[in-house]
C-alpha cells in the first residue's frame, strides 16, 4: 500500500451549537483520490480548512507525513470555494506573486506559470485584471493559484460550482489529469454527486 | 524577500485604484488651501472693524486737530510683518446698519468716536485734567474675532492718547518674541499641524488596505503560503510609509507655494514625519483588525481620525489636561497619543528654529509611542488575522 500522506484524528469542531464536525479520523494515501460529498452546511468546507492549517480544530489533529499540518503547509494547495484572488491584478501578476512567496526562482516561475494559463486555458488572459475576467476563467485562474507551487496534496473545495458547461468539462478533464500525480482531496455537494 | 513583493503587489494594486490614492494624498494639501483660505488668503486674518467717526476737528494756534481721522489713519496702518494689514476699517454712518453687521458676523468691532474728542483731548492738553471724551466700543462678546480686535483698537487708540497727550506711564510693556515667532504669520503656525494630520489622514489608508485583503478572502491564501506576518506586515507599512511621505511632501510644497517659510533645517522635520507614520500605520493595523470588510474600516478609522485631529493640536491648537509632571515635563491626556509630540516638535522646527538637541524630549516620546502603538497594531493582527483562526472569516 502507498504510504499515508494525511491523517487526521478524531477532528471536531463546531460554531455556536452546530457541530459541523465531530470526530472525523481519516487516512489518505499517496495517489489516492478523496471526495467528501454531502450537501451544503454538511461541514466539507470546515473540514478541508481544518486538514490544510487554517482553521483551528476545537479538538484532534491533522498530520502530513507524520507531522502537524502547521509545519507543513507549503506542501498543501488549496483551491477554495469561491474566488479568491486580486482583482487588480492580472492573472500572470497573481502567479507570479504566489510563486515568489513560495520561493520559486523567477525563471522557474514563469515557465511554470505559462504551463498553468495553457493548461486552463488562459494563456490569451494572462495580461488581464482578474477583476474583468468572466466567471468561469476566474474560476480556472483560482484553481491554478492552488497549483503554482506544485504542491504534493491538492484540497479542491466545489472545483466545479459557478463554472459554466464549458470550463467543467475543461476543469474536470484537468483535475482527471492531475490525480495521476497528486494526492487530491475534493468536495462536492449532492446535487454532483451523480457526475 | 517576500516583503518586498508584497510591497511591489501593493504598488500594482494602487496604481490601479488611482483615484483612492489621489484622493487620500489631496486631502491634507486641501487643508493647507483651506487655512490659507481662512486666514484672508493672505496667511494673516484681517479683522474688520467699523468706525462711526463723529469728531469735529479743531483748531489751535492756526492747526486743525483731526483725532479722530488720526485714529483711523493709524487703525488702518496697523499691519503685520509681512505687511498685510491688521484691520480692515469699515467708515460708517449709521449705528443702527452697523450694529446690524456685526450680528450678521460681517464685522468684529465697532467703534463710535465722539463728536467732542478732538476737543477734549485739546483741553486735557490745555491742564483741564477733568476733561473725558468717551470712546465707545461695540460688539458681540461672543464672537472670538471681537476680543482680538478689541484688543488692538483699544492698544491704537491708547497709543495715540499717550502720544498726543504726552502723558506720563509709570510701567513700560516690552513683548520678547520667542525664535521667529514675531515674523511668522497666522498661517505658518498652523502649516506644522496640518503637516502632521496629512500623516493622520492616512489611517484610513493604512485601515483600509489591510482589510481590503480580509474582504476579498485573499489574506486566506496568504496564510496558506510561507509568508510570515513580518513579511506582510512590513510590505504593506513599506507602502503606506511611501504614501505618508508623499504626503508629507505635497502639504509641505503646497504651503510652501501659498507662503510658509521654514526657521529651522529640515531633516529632523522629515525623520519626525516618518517615525509618526510609523504610529498611523500601527492605529491602522488596529483598525483592519477589527474590521471584516473594506466599508467597515472606513468607519472604524473615523473615531481615531477623531481623537488624533483635535486631541493632539494637528488641526488647531487645543488646551492640555494636566495629568502629572516627571522631571519638570508636564504630562496630559494627549501626550499618550503619538502626534501630539510631532506637533510640538514641528513647531518647534519651523517656527522657533529648532535644531536636534531642542527636540530630544518629543522625539524620544514619539519613538516610544510609535513603536508601542506599531508593536500593538501588528501583534493584534497577527493573532487576530494571519495565524491558524478559530473562525474563518
Request: charged share 20%; with cysteine; aromatic share 8%.
Amino acid at each position: 500500500m502507498p504510504p499515508t500522506v494525511l491523517h487526521t484524528e478524531r477532528l471536531s469542531k463546531s460554531f455556536g451549537d452546530i457541530k459541523a464536525v465531530d470526530a472525523l479520523s481519516l487516512q489518505v494515501h499517496e495517489g489516492e483520490i478523496l471526495g467528501f460529498l454531502g450537501p451544503n452546511g454538511a461541514g466539507k468546507t470546515t473540514a478541508i480548512s481544518m486538514m490544510c492549517g487554517l482553521l483551528k480544530p476545537d479538538a484532534g489533529q491533522v498530520f502530513i507525513h507524520g507531522k502537524p499540518v502547521i509545519g507543513m503547509r507549503t506542501l498543501v494547495g488549496v483551491c477554495p470555494q469561491e474566488n479568491i484572488l486580486w482583482e487588480k491584478l492580472t492573472a500572470l501578476e497573481q502567479l507570479e506573486f504566489i510563486g515568489s512567496l513560495y520561493g520559486m526562482r523567477p525563471k522557474t516561475a514563469r515557465r511554470r506559470d505559462a504551463v498553468l494559463l495553457e493548461e486552463l486555458g488562459l494563456s490569451n488572459k494572462a495580461d488581464q485584471l482578474a477583476g474583468k475576467l468572466f466567471g468561469g476563467m476566474k474560476r480556472r485562474l483560482n484553481l491554478a493559484l492552488a497549483l503554482v507551487h506544485d504542491p504534493e496534496i491538492l484540497f479542491l473545495d466545489e472545483p466545479e460550482s459557478g463554472l459554466d458547461p464549458q470550463s467543467r468539462v475543461l476543469v474536470r478533464e484537468y483535475i482527471r489529469s492531475l490525480s495521476k500525480r497528486k494526492t487530491i482531496i475534493l468536495s462536492l455537494t449532492g446535487r454532483r454527486l451523480r457526475e | 524577500m517576500r516583503l518586498w513583493q508584497v510591497f511591489i503587489k501593493s504598488i500594482r494594486e494602487q496604481k490601479r485604484d488611482l483615484w483612492v490614492v489621489g484622493l487620500s494624498l489631496a486631502f491634507a494639501p486641501l487643508f493647507v488651501f483651506i487655512y490659507w483660505l481662512m486666514t484672508g488668503g493672505t496667511g494673516t486674518t484681517a479683522y474688520h472693524v467699523l468706525v462711526i467717526n463723529q469728531d469735529v476737528p479743531v483748531a489751535v494756534d492756526a492747526l486743525k486737530v483731526t483725532a479722530g481721522e488720526d485714529i483711523v489713519t493709524r487703525l488702518q496702518n496697523l499691519k503685520y510683518q509681512n505687511g498685510s494689514p491688521l484691520l480692515k476699517v469699515h467708515l460708517e454712518m449709521d449705528r443702527f446698519r452697523a450694529e446690524q453687521k456685526l450680528r450678521n458676523r460681517n464685522a468684529a468691532a465697532l467703534i463710535i468716536i465722539p463728536a467732542d474728542f478732538s476737543a477734549k483731548l485739546m483741553a486735557f492738553n490745555d491742564g483741564e485734567v477733568a476733561a473725558n471724551a468717551e470712546l465707545t466700543f461695540v460688539g458681540d462678546l461672543t464672537n472670538p474675532l471681537y476680543t482680538v480686535a478689541d484688543v488692538m483698537v483699544m492698544t491704537v487708540t491708547d497709543t495715540y492718547i499717550q502720544d498726543v497727550t504726552a502723558a506720563p506711564r509709570p510701567v513700560s510693556l516690552v513683548e520678547i518674541p520667542l525664535g521667529g515667532s514675531a515674523a511668522r504669520s497666522e498661517f505658518e503656525n498652523y502649516v506644522p499641524g496640518l503637516l502632521v494630520l496629512a500623516i493622520i489622514l492616512m489611517v484610513f489608508q493604512a485601515a483600509m488596505t489591510p482589510a481590503r485583503d480580509i474582504e476579498s478572502g485573499v489574506l486566506r491564501r496568504l496564510r496558506l503560503t510561507p509568508l510570515t506576518s513580518f513579511d506582510y506586515l512590513g510590505g504593506i507599512s513599506l507602502w503606506l510609509g511611501l504614501v505618508s511621505i508623499i504626503a508629507v511632501v505635497l502639504t509641505f510644497v503646497a504651503a510652501i507655494a501659498l507662503g510658509f517659510r521654514s526657521q529651522g533645517v529640515l531633516l529632523p522635520a522629515v525623520v519626525i514625519t516618518i517615525i509618526t507614520s510609523l504610529s498611523i500605520i500601527g492605529i491602522g493595523l488596529l483598525v483592519a483588525c477589527f474590521s471584516k470588510s473594506v466599508s467597515q474600516a472606513f468607519v472604524i478609522a473615523n473615531f481615531p481620525l477623531g481623537f488624533l485631529m483635535f486631541l493632539t493640536g494637528a488641526a488647531f491648537p487645543m488646551p492640555r489636561f494636566h495629568l502629572f509632571t516627571v522631571f519638570g515635563h508636564e504630562f496630559a491626556l494627549a501626550d499618550l497619543l503619538p502626534p501630539t509630540h510631532a506637533v510640538i516638535a514641528l513647531n518647534k522646527i519651523f517656527t522657533l528654529g529648532a535644531g536636534w538637541k531642542d527636540i530630544i524630549f518629543e522625539t524620544a516620546a514619539l519613538i516610544l509611542l510609535s513603536l508601542l502603538y506599531f508593536g500593538i497594531g501588528v501583534r493584534l493582527y497577527q493573532k487576530t488575522q494571519m495565524g491558524i483562526v478559530k473562525h474563518l472569516s
